[in-house]
Protein backbone atom coordinates (compact mmCIF):
# COMPACT_ATOMS: atom_id res chain seq x y z
CA UNK A 1 0.00 0.00 0.00
CA UNK A 2 1.56 3.38 -1.01
CA UNK A 3 2.28 5.47 1.93
CA UNK A 4 -0.68 8.43 2.36
CA UNK A 5 1.29 11.01 2.74
CA UNK A 6 4.31 12.12 1.47
CA UNK A 7 7.59 14.04 2.03
CA UNK A 8 10.15 15.51 -0.48
CA UNK A 9 12.69 17.80 1.19
CA UNK A 10 14.18 20.46 -0.99
CA UNK A 11 16.75 21.82 0.79
CA UNK A 12 14.97 24.15 3.82
CA UNK A 13 11.54 23.67 2.27
CA UNK A 14 9.59 20.09 3.49
CA UNK A 15 6.92 19.08 0.92
CA UNK A 16 4.09 17.13 2.46
CA UNK A 17 1.92 15.49 -0.60
CA UNK A 18 -1.57 13.98 0.07
CA UNK A 19 -1.19 11.13 -1.76
CA UNK A 20 -4.76 9.58 -1.74
CA UNK A 21 -5.42 10.46 -5.22
CA UNK A 22 -7.72 7.50 -5.86
CA UNK A 23 -10.09 9.06 -3.32
CA UNK A 24 -9.31 12.47 -4.48
CA UNK A 25 -7.57 13.31 -1.36
CA UNK A 26 -10.58 13.22 0.87
CA UNK A 27 -9.23 12.49 4.30
CA UNK A 28 -10.39 9.69 6.18
CA UNK A 29 -8.90 8.65 9.77
CA UNK A 30 -5.47 7.01 8.47
CA UNK A 31 -4.87 9.91 5.86
CA UNK A 32 -5.53 12.62 8.96
CA UNK A 33 -3.45 10.76 11.41
CA UNK A 34 -0.52 10.59 8.73
CA UNK A 35 -0.88 14.65 7.93
CA UNK A 36 -0.55 15.26 12.08
CA UNK A 37 2.50 13.03 11.98
CA UNK A 38 4.16 14.54 8.86
CA UNK A 39 3.66 18.28 10.26
CA UNK A 40 4.88 17.49 13.57
CA UNK A 41 7.63 15.90 12.16
CA UNK A 42 8.88 18.77 9.89
CA UNK A 43 7.93 21.20 13.15
CA UNK A 44 10.61 19.55 14.81
CA UNK A 45 13.12 19.36 12.47
CA UNK A 46 15.71 22.06 12.50
CA UNK A 47 16.89 21.10 8.81
CA UNK A 48 13.32 22.57 7.80
CA UNK A 49 12.75 26.47 7.49
CA UNK A 50 9.32 25.98 5.33
CA UNK A 51 6.52 23.72 4.59
CA UNK A 52 4.45 23.22 1.68
CA UNK A 53 0.99 21.54 1.67
CA UNK A 54 0.25 20.10 -1.28
CA UNK A 55 -2.30 17.04 -2.73
CA UNK A 56 -1.05 14.28 -5.37
CA UNK A 57 -3.26 13.93 -8.52
CA UNK A 58 -5.61 15.65 -10.35
CA UNK A 59 -6.58 17.98 -7.11
CA UNK A 60 -5.45 19.20 -3.79
CA UNK A 61 -8.26 17.66 -1.59
CA UNK A 62 -12.02 17.00 -2.21
CA UNK A 63 -12.57 17.26 1.74
CA UNK A 64 -13.71 14.58 4.11
CA UNK A 65 -14.48 11.10 3.06
CA UNK A 66 -18.34 11.32 2.43
CA UNK A 67 -18.26 7.37 2.77
CA UNK A 68 -16.38 7.45 6.73
CA UNK A 69 -18.62 10.76 7.45
CA UNK A 70 -21.79 8.28 7.05
CA UNK A 71 -21.21 5.72 8.66
CA UNK A 72 -20.77 8.30 11.72
CA UNK A 73 -23.40 10.53 10.89
CA UNK A 74 -25.76 8.83 13.47
CA UNK A 75 -22.62 9.02 16.44
CA UNK A 76 -22.13 12.35 17.30
CA UNK A 77 -18.99 10.69 19.69
CA UNK A 78 -17.81 8.92 16.51
CA UNK A 79 -17.86 12.22 14.88
CA UNK A 80 -16.57 13.92 17.92
CA UNK A 81 -13.17 11.66 17.84
CA UNK A 82 -12.60 12.10 14.26
CA UNK A 83 -12.89 15.25 14.60
CA UNK A 84 -10.36 16.17 17.16
CA UNK A 85 -7.87 14.11 15.15
CA UNK A 86 -8.52 16.22 12.20
CA UNK A 87 -8.30 19.55 14.72
CA UNK A 88 -5.35 18.24 16.02
CA UNK A 89 -3.13 17.49 12.93
CA UNK A 90 -4.87 21.24 11.66
CA UNK A 91 -3.69 23.02 14.46
CA UNK A 92 -0.27 22.00 13.88
CA UNK A 93 0.14 23.93 10.72
CA UNK A 94 -0.65 27.08 12.74
CA UNK A 95 0.91 26.31 15.66
CA UNK A 96 4.81 25.13 14.44
CA UNK A 97 6.67 28.45 13.87
CA UNK A 98 8.00 27.99 10.53
CA UNK A 99 5.68 29.28 7.73
CA UNK A 100 3.31 26.95 6.13
CA UNK A 101 2.04 27.45 2.36
CA UNK A 102 -0.95 25.92 1.50
CA UNK A 103 -0.54 24.90 -2.64
CA UNK A 104 -3.80 24.37 -3.54
CA UNK A 105 -5.01 22.84 -7.46
CA UNK A 106 -8.14 21.41 -8.55
CA UNK A 107 -10.36 21.35 -5.58
CA UNK A 108 -9.90 22.13 -2.30
CA UNK A 109 -13.18 21.57 -0.46
CA UNK A 110 -14.71 21.43 3.04
CA UNK A 111 -12.14 19.97 5.95
CA UNK A 112 -9.27 20.86 3.36
CA UNK A 113 -9.93 24.28 2.97
CA UNK A 114 -10.13 24.11 6.57
CA UNK A 115 -6.33 22.88 6.44
CA UNK A 116 -5.49 25.55 3.97
CA UNK A 117 -6.94 27.97 6.39
CA UNK A 118 -4.72 26.75 8.85
CA UNK A 119 -1.47 27.29 7.04
CA UNK A 120 0.07 30.65 6.70
CA UNK A 121 -0.27 31.12 2.87
CA UNK A 122 -2.58 30.33 0.48
CA UNK A 123 -1.27 29.29 -3.55
CA UNK A 124 -3.72 28.70 -6.06
CA UNK A 125 -3.99 27.71 -9.57
CA UNK A 126 -6.00 29.71 -11.74
CA UNK A 127 -8.18 27.00 -12.53
CA UNK A 128 -8.76 25.73 -9.07
CA UNK A 129 -12.00 25.52 -6.90
CA UNK A 130 -12.17 25.89 -3.01
CA UNK A 131 -15.55 26.17 -0.70
CA UNK A 132 -16.89 25.42 2.75
CA UNK A 133 -19.88 23.39 1.52
CA UNK A 134 -21.01 21.70 4.68
CA UNK A 135 -24.30 23.43 5.31
CA UNK A 136 -24.97 22.04 1.85
CA UNK A 137 -24.81 18.44 4.06
CA UNK A 138 -26.23 19.72 7.24
CA UNK A 139 -23.33 20.44 9.10
CA UNK A 140 -20.83 23.31 9.87
CA UNK A 141 -17.65 23.76 9.36
CA UNK A 142 -16.15 22.23 12.26
CA UNK A 143 -12.31 22.08 12.11
CA UNK A 144 -11.31 25.84 12.49
CA UNK A 145 -13.59 27.04 9.32
CA UNK A 146 -15.53 28.96 11.12
CA UNK A 147 -13.20 30.27 13.41
CA UNK A 148 -10.52 31.19 10.71
CA UNK A 149 -12.36 32.73 7.34
CA UNK A 150 -13.97 35.55 9.26
CA UNK A 151 -10.57 36.69 10.40
CA UNK A 152 -8.82 35.81 6.59
CA UNK A 153 -12.02 37.22 4.61
CA UNK A 154 -13.71 39.24 6.92
CA UNK A 155 -17.36 38.49 8.79
CA UNK A 156 -19.49 39.71 5.73
CA UNK A 157 -17.73 37.22 2.94
CA UNK A 158 -16.92 34.07 5.86
CA UNK A 159 -21.04 34.52 6.37
CA UNK A 160 -21.84 34.61 2.75
CA UNK A 161 -19.57 31.54 1.95
CA UNK A 162 -20.32 29.21 4.99
CA UNK A 163 -24.47 29.71 5.00
CA UNK A 164 -24.96 29.22 0.97
CA UNK A 165 -22.24 26.61 0.92
CA UNK A 166 -20.87 28.79 -2.16
CA UNK A 167 -18.04 27.24 -4.31
CA UNK A 168 -15.08 30.05 -5.66
CA UNK A 169 -13.14 30.23 -8.31
CA UNK A 170 -9.53 31.17 -7.82
CA UNK A 171 -9.85 34.55 -8.86
CA UNK A 172 -12.84 35.63 -6.57
CA UNK A 173 -10.61 33.76 -3.73
CA UNK A 174 -8.14 36.12 -4.58
CA UNK A 175 -10.40 38.88 -4.70
CA UNK A 176 -11.61 38.04 -1.15
CA UNK A 177 -8.40 37.55 0.29
CA UNK A 178 -8.54 33.77 0.50
CA UNK A 179 -5.75 32.81 -2.05
CA UNK A 180 -2.67 35.07 -1.61
CA UNK A 181 -1.40 34.29 -5.02
CA UNK A 182 -3.03 32.88 -8.33
CA UNK A 183 -1.05 31.74 -10.94
CA UNK A 184 -0.94 29.03 -14.00
CA UNK A 185 2.17 27.62 -12.98
CA UNK A 186 0.68 27.02 -9.34
CA UNK A 187 4.25 25.55 -8.52
CA UNK A 188 6.36 27.97 -9.53
CA UNK A 189 4.53 30.63 -7.95
CA UNK A 190 5.00 28.64 -4.91
CA UNK A 191 8.38 28.08 -4.84
CA UNK A 192 8.56 31.90 -5.42
CA UNK A 193 6.89 32.68 -2.30
CA UNK A 194 8.96 30.47 -0.69
CA UNK A 195 11.97 31.70 -2.04
CA UNK A 196 10.92 35.25 -0.47
CA UNK A 197 10.00 33.84 2.73
CA UNK A 198 13.75 31.97 2.86
CA UNK A 199 14.98 35.32 2.46
CA UNK A 200 14.06 36.83 5.28
CA UNK A 201 15.84 35.43 9.16
CA UNK A 202 13.46 32.66 10.40
CA UNK A 203 13.38 33.62 13.72
CA UNK A 204 11.93 37.27 13.04
CA UNK A 205 9.51 35.14 10.36
CA UNK A 206 8.59 32.60 13.44
CA UNK A 207 8.06 35.20 15.70
CA UNK A 208 5.86 37.70 13.27
CA UNK A 209 3.75 34.62 12.69
CA UNK A 210 3.28 33.79 16.30
CA UNK A 211 2.49 37.30 17.04
CA UNK A 212 -0.10 37.89 13.83
CA UNK A 213 -1.89 34.65 14.90
CA UNK A 214 -2.04 36.14 18.38
CA UNK A 215 -3.84 39.30 17.02
CA UNK A 216 -6.12 38.09 14.71
CA UNK A 217 -7.23 35.11 16.87
CA UNK A 218 -7.01 35.73 20.23
CA UNK A 219 -10.35 33.69 21.22
CA UNK A 220 -9.65 30.80 18.82
CA UNK A 221 -9.86 28.11 21.65
CA UNK A 222 -12.84 29.62 22.68
CA UNK A 223 -14.63 29.56 19.12
CA UNK A 224 -13.38 26.11 18.54
CA UNK A 225 -15.22 24.72 21.32
CA UNK A 226 -18.18 26.67 19.83
CA UNK A 227 -18.12 24.70 16.66
CA UNK A 228 -17.85 21.46 18.37
CA UNK A 229 -20.89 22.09 20.16
CA UNK A 230 -22.83 23.75 17.21
CA UNK A 231 -21.55 20.49 15.23
CA UNK A 232 -23.17 18.42 17.60
CA UNK A 233 -26.39 20.17 17.80
CA UNK A 234 -26.25 19.22 13.63
CA UNK A 235 -25.18 15.74 14.26
CA UNK A 236 -28.32 14.98 15.93
CA UNK A 237 -30.88 16.39 13.49
CA UNK A 238 -32.38 14.81 10.52
CA UNK A 239 -31.39 16.84 8.73
CA UNK A 240 -27.42 15.67 8.42
CA UNK A 241 -28.55 12.40 8.11
CA UNK A 242 -30.74 13.76 4.89
CA UNK A 243 -27.78 15.65 3.46
CA UNK A 244 -25.24 13.03 3.61
CA UNK A 245 -27.52 9.98 2.36
CA UNK A 246 -28.57 13.05 -0.93
CA UNK A 247 -24.46 13.54 -1.01
CA UNK A 248 -24.11 9.63 -1.44
CA UNK A 249 -27.00 9.09 -3.88
CA UNK A 250 -26.02 12.31 -5.91
CA UNK A 251 -29.36 13.86 -5.55
CA UNK A 252 -30.91 17.50 -4.10
CA UNK A 253 -31.09 17.39 -0.40
CA UNK A 254 -34.88 18.20 1.18
CA UNK A 255 -34.37 19.88 4.41
CA UNK A 256 -37.18 19.73 6.90
CA UNK A 257 -35.39 21.97 9.66
CA UNK A 258 -35.42 19.19 12.12
Known amino acids: MPDLVIT?????V???VLNRPEKRNA???DLVLAVGAALRAAADDPAVRCVVLRGAGPVFSAGMDVGALA???????????FRRACLEAWNLAEEMTKPVVA????????GALELALACDLRVMADDAWVGLP?????LVPDVGGSSRL???????RAKELIMTGRVIDAA???????ANRVAADVAAATDELVGELLACAPIAVGLAKRLIDASARPALSTTLELEVAAQELCARSEDVREGVQAAAERRPPVFKGR
Do not use: K
Request: glycine share 14%.
Open 8 to 12: EDREA
Open 14 to 16: RHV
Open 27 to 29: FNE
Open 71 to 81: GAASEPHRLRT
Open 103 to 110: QIHGVCLG
Open 134 to 138: ETRLG
Open 150 to 156: PQVVGVG
Open 172 to 178: TAERFGL
